[in-house]
């Protein structure tokens, strides 16, 4: 039952956190469909601490998420003090990145742990495919990857020739939606395991 606890509580904490950091975007000033989503943390938004917050909540639950998923708890472990540093070093107005803004030491330091992270999370998700020995988190894990990869590799290539645009802020949002998504979808699939478990 204690496991089960942790999963929800993982689930709750990584929903919640990202809910979070979606108001604070939403509510910012101009349109939240542009530019990186970072930038509603960045120092002089009205919503910068509640961005942050919600970031580290998210963080917070996936290193619950990491208790629950042995197989990949270290790789979750490590995406959650990543995504955790990338609450606590906000990147700049603008967040600007080379080679086309001047960018701060807080700027690399906050787009490399976040690239980072997401690299990390879709390890995870890759292992998780290989290695689980349920059907559910298997095609949970498969159905992430294949969005991970391309949307990742095209945000990648969008952030290194062409910079900060329309077509990079869209790439960027889908691929955290589906990153939250198959953590959420984790934590409830390990959560309704584990209750099954001590129900039996």
Avoid: K
């Avoid at 979750?76 to 609450?87: D, I, K, R």
């Amino acid at each position: 039952m204690v496991r089960n606890r942790f999963a929800v509580g993982a689930g709750l904490a990584v929903a919640g956190g990202a809910s979070v950091m979606l108001v604070a975007l939403v509510a910012g000033p101009g349109s939240w469909w542009r530019g990186y989503v970072s930038e509603a943390g960045a120092a002089g938004q009205p919503y910068a601490m509640g961005y942050r917050f919600g970031l580290i909540l998210l963080a917070c639950g996936v290193a619950l998420l990491s208790r629950e998923v042995p197989r990949i708890g270290v790789l979750l472990l490590v995406a959650a003090v990543l995504a955790g540093t990338s609450g606590v070093v906000s990147c700049s107005a603008g967040c600007p990145l080379p080679p086309y803004e001047t960018t701060t030491l807080a700027d690399v330091v906050h787009t490399a742990v976040s690239i980072l992270g997401l690299a990390v999370l879709a390890a995870a998700m890759a292992m998780t495919w290989w290695t689980s020995a349920r059907p559910a988190m298997r095609r949970l894990a498969a159905a992430a990857l294949a969005l991970t990869v391309p949307l990742g590799a095209a945000l990648g290539l969008m952030m290194l020739f062409a910079g900060r645009g329309a077509t990079s802020a869209v790439l960027e949002r889908v691929l955290l939606v589906v990153a939250v998504s198959w953590l959420v979808g984790t934590a409830v699939v390990s959560g309704v395991r584990a209750g099954r478990s001590a129900s039996g």
